[in-house]
């Protein structure tokens, strides 16, 4: 039954005060326009009222749905509306319209991603947050966490030691007794007391490394750089198991009055190393089965390697061939691609700079260059078109429209029912050579170039494709 009792809520206090924030970064995504207000929603890059500087007393008369301005799938816009503003006409008429009945979706454009999640939005309200260097080093899927919990309590300085307790910097009460009544006792417990000294000297031997003990972070910095990925993660899960086990000994003395022989403590904490191992990734090389054996583990060596033939291959009779490519640098994206016939023959090229409204996305480049290739195949009458890319996330755009993002989606949907006849495949980069020079050449041209002959520097990487000269590629 409904009721007039007002029931506080506890969540939207601290909801409400964020809500401009929501509606600043969202954006309607149109379809058929019938979901989405003309004036008061943000489907440009603001609402049409508050670029018309209407005032807000009029806001409830302003009614008209953005599908009311649309007819067959093209924009019918005032001629009122026109002459007053030419920059908002032209900025209505670049939206591209689907070919095809679909819903409006209200998408959340600040990032790439049209979905809105909790890590998008705790990035966006503490942008500021400062990645800490030691967090890789103690969280992994091959250790446990009791594990690394110790070490990450070690590296905050909040173990439960009688000083942190006395100070209330402990995440939990332990009883303060008249022992470890040093002054910084987490670093003296963990790093320099004659127990844990040993331990370390011990761990060292095996590593045939020296572990420098006046930090935390010093302990990580000790291993060598030359070590493979593998021997890397077991030493990681050593270290953080010696963490483990020094403070299982210390409260099994403290509280249990036990006697921890340094044998008891090295065997544990091999044997929790080997059990690490089972999930740790990576490969070794020779040059460390010394070490292995000490973790009584077998050596992980890496397959011999092998070449795999990569050969461009020309299109049959009747179809086009377009390989593309995108390429993405600190400061800017760009994308390329060039047409073949089934004679080999060069029948244009094109490049262009991404604009910086679609950010330094790799997957929008790719997928730019795409939609491009079909546009100038359509306006050329290619109507049999191979597309080649060396991305294989880009493709999977033709069977899953969820990896397109969310600003190319209806320009995407509307060039794949355009009439041009389509098949794809994927080619590894060395057979991809000219496409990526292109797609390099792209980052000096903010407007779509377009080449009738050959440029200069795809010369020698064409003639290898006409002439069937294979690449090879190591596996």
């Known amino acids: 039954m409904p009721t007039d009792t ?10 409400k005060k964020h809500v401009h924030t929501v509606n600043d970064n969202m954006k309607w995504l149109l379809g058929s326009g019938h979901s989405v207000s003309f004036w008061l929603d943000n489907w440009l890059d603001e609402p049409l009222a508050v670029k018309f500087n209407f005032p807000v007393t009029i806001y409830p008369l302003l ?8 007819e067959n799938g093209e924009w019918i816009l005032p001629a009122t509306f026109v002459n007053h503003d030419v920059s908002i006409r032209d900025s209505i008429h670049e939206i591209i319209l689907p070919r095809q009945p679909m819903e409006d979706r209200l998408i959340w454009c600040a990032y790439n991603d049209e979905n809105l999640t909790a ?18 080093w103690i969280w992994h899927n091959f250790v446990p966490p009791s ?16 000083e942190n307790l006395r100070s209330g910097d402990a995440l939990w009460f332990l009883p303060v007794t008249s022992a470890y009544r040093n002054q910084k006792q987490h670093l003296i417990l963990f790093l320099t007391c004659s127990f844990t000294n040993n331990l370390w000297k011990w761990m060292g031997s095996i590593l045939h490394i020296q572990f420098n003990c006046s930090s935390f972070h010093s302990l990580f910095e000790s291993f060598d750089a030359s070590w493979s990925a593998f021997l890397t993660n077991i030493a990681t899960a050593a270290v953080l198991h010696v963490f483990h086990s020094i403070w299982l000994a210390r409260n099994d003395i403290r509280f249990s009055n036990a006697k921890i022989t340094m044998h008891a403590a090295q065997s544990k904490i091999l044997t929790a190393s080997k059990l690490s191992t089972t999930l740790a990734p990576g490969l070794s090389n020779a040059a460390e089965i010394v070490i292995l054996q000490k973790f009584q583990l077998a050596p992980r060596p890496a397959a011999a390697s092998s070449n795999r033939l990569v050969l461009w291959r020309s299109p049959i009779f009747g179809w086009m ?10 400061v800017s994206a760009a994308y ?13 090229c094109f490049a262009q700079k991404l604009s910086e409204n679609h950010g330094l996305s790799i997957i929008h480049t790719e997928i730019m260059a795409l939609i491009i290739a079909i546009v100038i195949a359509h306006n050329k009458n290619w109507n049999c078109l191979w597309l080649e890319s060396d991305s294989k996330v880009a493709l999977l755009a033709f069977s899953n429209i969820e990896i397109v993002p969310w600003d190319l989606r209806n320009r995407w949907l509307t060039f794949l029912a355009c009439g041009v006849t389509l098949q794809w495949s994927h080619i590894y980069r060395e057979g991809n050579l000219c496409a990526d020079k292109i797609a390099n050449l792209g980052h000096a041209y903010n407007n779509l170039e377009w080449w009738e002959s050959l440029p200069s520097l795809l010369r020698d990487d064409f003639l290898r494709d006409m002439l069937g000269i294979p690449q090879y590629r190591t596996i």
């Open 6 to 15: 007002y029931l506080k809520s506890s969540i939207w206090n601290g909801i």
């Open 63 to 70: 009614k008209a749905k953005v599908s009311s301005f649309i």
């Open 119 to 136: 890590k998008q939005a705790y990035v966006l309200l503490f942008p500021t947050q400062q990645k800490l260097d030691w967090t890789s």
């Open 147 to 162: 594990s690394s919990f110790v070490a990450w309590h070690c590296f905050q300085n909040r173990m439960p030691t009688d």
């Open 321 to 330: 061939k377009a390989n593309i490519d995108g390429s993405v640098t600190n």
């Open 336 to 348: 390329g691609g060039l047409f073949r016939d089934h004679t080999t023959r060069f029948r244009g």
